[in-house]
């Protein structure tokens, strides 16, 4: 389920970025999104390992690079609160 997607959904952005469409950052954002939820649905129901998820989304989602002002913006917050848990509240 998750390569037949993935590869209509690549094959998207690469006409995107070969045409200089003027959506193709807003469509890599989205891509990349619908990536993370299709593999994460995959380790839910038993399809694909953590491992495997974690190498699928570090190859087909490259990290945003934040602008000078979130940056800051995050630096400021980690100073004022110091690390967070995700599991924050939940589980231990």
């Known amino acids: 389920m998750i390569g037949a997607d993935t ?14 469409s003027a959506d193709f950052d807003e469509m890599r954002e989205a891509t990349a999104s619908m990536i993370r939820a299709l593999a994460n649905l995959q380790v839910k129901m038993g399809g694909m390992t953590h491992a495997d998820r ?12 934040l602008s000078e002002g ?19 509240g939940g589980r231990s």
Do not use: F, Y
């Open 7 to 20: 590869n209509a959904m690549v094959i998207q952005l690469e006409w995107m970025q070969s045409t200089g």
């Open 54 to 65: 974690r190498e699928l989304v570090d190859k087909l989602c490259p990290k945003k690079e």
């Open 70 to 88: 979130e940056r800051l913006h995050l630096e400021r917050d980690l100073k004022r609160n110091g690390p967070v848990s995700r599991l924050k």
